[in-house]
């Protein structure tokens, strides 16, 4: 969706906003969708808006894994730690992300290129250890193919910054 339309649905969903309680989770979506996170001047802005409390905004962006308080990366890496990836080798594969992009799990690099999060399940467990980046899912996961696919999405975003430099 284009920014003007992500802004234009956000303002729609406050204008529309009558009080009912129900309202707060979809004027938090609204607004993630719109910025790409929730920015304290939106926590202010609905807060003002719902005559809800910035503590209580904050308490319900908290609550939901769902809603992030930082920017995503370009690139969203989300290891699977559920039961089949685990027993075929997950905190390996975590391990070696953690050390590859030089965060922690929740973290977004310093770059801003890879947000590293985990997840309870990807749904692909016949392919375990699982990760997807953004929409791509991989699959059969080793150290040394993560170090490969990490390369890759570094090389992706370095050839992007170069494009019709001469």
Avoid at 30 to 36: D, I, K, N
Avoid at 140 to 160: G, Q
Wanted: aromatic share 10%.
């Amino acid at each position: 969706m284009e920014t003007a339309a992500k802004k234009e649905s956000f303002n729609y969903r406050l204008w529309k906003y009558d009080g009912a309680p129900g309202e707060l989770i979809p004027l938090l979506q609204s607004a993630q969708e719109h910025f790409g996170y929730i920015p304290r001047r939106a926590i202010t802005y609905i807060s003002g808006v719902t005559a809800i409390p910035e503590s209580d905004v904050y308490g319900v962006i908290t609550f939901y894994s769902q809603f992030r308080l930082q920017p995503m990366g370009k690139f969203v890496i989300r290891a699977c730690a559920g039961t089949a990836c685990h027993v075929s080798g997950a905190k390996a594969i975590i391990d070696t992300l953690e050390d590859e992009l030089g965060v922690e799990v929740g973290d977004t690099s310093e770059d801003g290129m890879f947000t590293f999060l985990t997840v309870a399940c990807i749904g692909c467990c016949s392919l375990a250890p699982v990760m997807m980046i953004n929409d791509e899912t991989h699959g059969r996961l080793t150290p040394a193919s993560v170090r490969k696919i990490i390369k890759k999405y570094r090389r992706k975003t370095d050839n992007e910054n170069t494009a019709g430099v001469s």
